[in-house]
């Protein structure tokens, strides 16, 4: 059964910080892996997919890694900005299936 | 494209009342899924659809909640009677293999409050 974990449930930075956001799976038969941005009263919003045959995948100041071996992602945030401030969740899929079981995310504020 | 689409976007009812969510997923999207977010339990899978057909509603907490998908542009999730506990905020999110290797992408959300 997949179990995804988020550490840590909150971080507070100083804008301009490096910082990495961990997500851990238990099923490492996974096809791929999505990471979300939520804000408050919103929807989620897509931020990056890997695939299984992918180790890392970039999208301006994000980069998402995964191994699968250590059952594992990570999404790092380059200089991070007060409008990164957000609830960051990760996704993975249950074994054989496209049903996607969502980690209970991380909550970042980026002081000014 | 205008991505998914959500209605209503808030829904204020009484116990016991019909409650009928409303999907239409981006245009050529084959999976559509509905979740439900609450504080208590996070992000939930209740159900989806492949091609208009349901392939897994083990998330469906009970008989009271009906999904249906009658064509490929749209889908409802219907909560009948409904109940307190069923306050939530209701996702919709479609994805295709096709292009973007299943990539999910969600739905506003409909903000249900059940008095």
């Given at each position: 059964k997949q179990e995804v974990t988020q550490i840590p449930a909150a971080l507070s930075v100083p804008e301009g910080e490096n910082l990495v956001l961990n997500c851990s799976f238990t099923d490492s038969a996974i096809y791929n892996l999505q990471w979300f941005r939520q804000d408050p009263g919103k929807g989620l919003t897509s931020l990056l997919l890997i695939q299984?045959?992918?180790?890392?995948?970039?999208?301006?100041?994000?980069?998402?890694?995964l191994d699968k071996s250590s059952g594992r992602s990570t999404l790092y945030i380059a200089a991070s900005q007060p409008g990164d401030s957000a609830t960051y969740l990760c996704a993975a899929p249950a074994s054989g299936t496209y049903k996607y079981i969502f980690g209970t995310g991380t909550r970042l504020k980026v002081l000014a | 494209d205008a991505g998914v689409i959500q209605?209503?976007?808030?829904?204020?009812?009484?116990?016991?009342?019909?409650v009928t969510l409303r999907c239409k997923p981006i245009s050529g999207h084959d999976y559509l899924f509905w979740y439900r977010q609450t504080m208590m339990r996070g992000l939930e899978l209740l159900?989806?659809?492949?091609?208009n057909v349901p392939i897994d509603d083990s998330?469906?907490?009970e008989d009271r909640f009906s999904a249906?998908?009658?064509n490929a542009s749209f889908s409802t999730l219907k909560?009948?009677?409904s109940e307190p506990r069923d306050s939530a905020v209701y996702f919709c999110a479609s994805s295709t293999l096709k292009i973007s290797y299943n990539e999910q992408f969600f739905g506003p959300g409909t903000r249900l409050t059940v008095l």
């Open positions: 299984s045959s992918q180790r890392e995948q970039t999208s301006g100041r994000l980069n998402a890694s | 209605s209503p976007r808030h829904e204020v009812t009484e116990m016991g009342q019909e159900i989806y659809f492949n091609n998330g469906m907490p249906k998908m009658p909560i009948q009677p």
